[in-house]
């Protein structure tokens, strides 16, 4: 796919999560959304709150914040830059737009007699958990190459996806909710993978990734320019 095309799939996806927030506040889908719940919480058991409560905790916030800061440090560190520009660019993008969402929707949370676990905010959509766990998906599915890619998209998917079950099953969020959170990841994803490759952020990222002490060029009139006949 073109950095065009990115770009614009990753703001077609904006706008659909804009217009699934709208549409989660009307009243016929909010009452659908709490029969669901109510169905749900018929299957909670002991063990499978724990998972659910587990889940939660690997996707809250201060997980998005030290994954933001932590990988794009480790990645400059092994020389990988431009994808430690990416994930920084990826994972803060998809907890802003999943901010700028939530605040502008403004949908409220499902009633407090379905919670297991108090939420963390007032607003319901989009699950920033959600939006957390699935921009981490990405980030690993962009980072691991070669034979692990396929390995990488099974763990992803199946992280982001017990996250987005966990908070429908506590009870703290409706099913369009943990859907916005994934088209929140998603969108931020494209819209970075879509800008980075364009030509003058291209032209910037191959000189960052250049200009690392391994990568440093030499002096044209050192003697180790060029390699010797021996090394030919």
């Known amino acids: 796919m073109t950095s065009r095309g990115r770009i614009v799939g990753g703001l077609i996806l904006l706008a659909v999560l804009v217009a699934l927030g709208l549409a989660a506040r009307s009243a016929s889908l909010t009452s ?12 909670r058991d002991p063990a499978l709150t724990e998972v659910a409560k587990a889940a939660t905790f690997a996707a809250q916030a201060a997980v998005a914040v030290a ?26 993008g998809a907890m802003a737009i999943a901010y700028a969402v939530k605040i502008a929707v403004s949908e409220k949370r499902p009633p407090q ?3 297991v676990i108090p939420p963390d905010s007032v607003q319901s959509f989009p699950s920033g958990h959600t939006t957390i766990a699935a921009a981490l998906a990405v980030c690993l599915i962009l980072l691991v190459r070669s034979t692990l890619r396929l390995p ?6 199946a ?8 908070r429908v099953y506590l009870g ?20 970075v ?18 200009g690392g002490p ?8 050192s003697p180790h320019s060029a390699p010797s006949a021996a090394q030919r």
């Open 159 to 166: 992280f982001a996806s017990t996250v987005a079950c966990a």
């Open 152 to 157: 990488a998209i099974i763990v992803g998917v």
């Open 32 to 43: 659908a959304d709490i029969s669901l719940n109510e169905h749900v919480a018929t299957w």
């Open 113 to 115: 007699r379905l919670w």
């Open 193 to 210: 993978s879509g800008l980075t490759q364009l030509p003058y952020a291209q032209r910037h990222l191959d000189k960052l990734e250049r």
């Open 67 to 92: 994954a933001a800061l932590l990988l794009p440090a480790l990645l400059w560190l092994l020389r990988r830059r431009c994808d430690a520009v990416r994930v920084l660019f990826t994972l803060g």
């Open 214 to 221: 391994a990568h440093a060029a030499r002096p044209s009139g």
């Open 172 to 191: 703290v969020h409706y099913l369009p909710d943990v859907l916005g959170g994934i088209l929140a990841a998603t969108s931020a994803a494209l819209l």
